[in-house]
């Protein structure tokens, strides 16, 4: 779903950051995209509800996971061929043949547009407790598998002062900014848990925050 060339490093967002963002993203096959520029393009354009309705919500299932192209409906009505809705007009197919009269088929690829592509839908949410070992403070905030440590962290609100002069650690030893939790030894294990049947929510690993003072001035600290 990718345009052609090499694809930029795009952050990971999570279902929740998806739905709640306050701008029109959706995502499709672990893609999230920003529609801004699109609704902007072509404004008051009545095909385009179909997609303002489904603004906050993964569309995967309007794609073919192979290939990467919509799925194909055909209108009952007229034999038409047109693409799953909320790609197509709901009620009706959005034809996938260039028209005579100059509007643009809603199929134009805007999943294919680099503009729009903004990040990554993680296939690996987790849980992440956080821990001031001076003052106590703790926090829990979602976060995604597949992102460095650094990021991961900032992700908790208000804690960013901490983090700058702050060292984290997991079992006694300083994380690596820049790996994932899982190369920092921080393994996931809600899978393994819910297959017991226990709530990961009881279980959820914690990263402790050392004053640097304390932590030792050799310690990498969370940029």
């Not at 701008?23 to 393009?41: I, T």
């Not at 001076?134 to 598998?145: A, D, K, M, P, R």
């Not at 300083?174 to 990961?200: V, Y």
Request: proline share 9%; glycine share 12%; aromatic share 6%.
């Amino acid at each position: 779903m990718a345009a052609g060339g090499a694809e930029r490093r795009l952050r990971y967002l999570t279902t929740r950051e998806v739905a709640e963002a306050g701008r029109p993203l959706l995502s499709a096959l672990g893609r999230v995209y920003d529609l801004g520029p699109l609704l902007r393009e072509r404004r008051g354009g009545v095909t385009l509800a179909p997609l303002l309705a489904a603004v906050g919500t993964d569309v995967s299932r309007c794609f073919d996971p192979e290939s990467g192209d919509p799925l194909p409906r055909v209108e009952p009505r007229t034999g038409q061929t047109g693409s799953r809705f909320p790609l197509g007009t709901p009620g009706g197919s959005q034809p996938l043949a260039p028209r005579s009269d100059g509007v643009l088929p809603l199929h134009a690829a805007w999943w294919r547009d680099p503009r729009l592509q903004v990040g990554r839908l993680t296939a690996a949410p987790r849980l992440l407790r956080l821990c001031n070992a001076l003052t106590g403070q703790n926090c829990v905030i979602e976060v995604c598998g597949e992102e460095p440590v650094g990021a991961a962290l900032r992700r908790a609100r208000g804690w960013q002062e901490q983090l700058e002069k702050y060292t984290a650690c997991y079992g006694g030893v300083p994380l690596n900014p820049h790996l994932s939790l899982e190369q920092n030894g921080i393994p996931d294990g809600t899978s393994e848990l819910r297959s017991l049947r226990l709530d990961p929510k009881d279980f959820i690993p914690t990263v402790f925050l050392y004053f640097n003072d304390d932590a030792g001035s050799d310690s990498e600290a969370l940029q």
